[in-house]
């Protein structure tokens, strides 16, 4: 079986994509389209990652800018939830209880 090098047109249009998706999810401020973007940069990353593992040439400071970015995506993923979270029990406080309440028994 041959395997061929992908051209440096293609291996730069990779990073070009990987990149792009990347900044898109960093920079979208849409609340409701962040987690959409984040997923689609992994999903560039990861494909770009397993791209340079095959490659037999050193593209370790790739590599390094993939791994970067991907710590980057985790770490905004989870302000995100935690953002969510916080969100949802500001809400759940904040709504007034209707009808029959629960009394404490005393001790």
């Known amino acids: 079986m041959i395997t061929r090098k992908p051209s440096s047109s293609t291996s730069s249009n990779a990073v070009q994509n990987w990149r792009e998706v990347y900044v898109a999810a960093l920079f979208e401020t849409d609340q409701q389209k962040l987690p959409l973007r984040i997923a689609e940069a992994e999903r560039a990353l990861m494909t770009r990652a397993a791209e340079l593992f095959a490659l037999s040439e050193d593209n370790s400071e790739q590599g390094k800018a993939v791994d970067d970015a991907l710590y980057a995506l985790r770490a905004l993923s989870r302000c995100l939830e935690l953002k969510t ?17 629960r009394q404490r028994a005393s001790h």
């Open 85 to 101: 979270r916080e969100f949802k029990l500001g809400l759940e406080h904040s709504v007034p209880v209707t009808g029959n309440k």
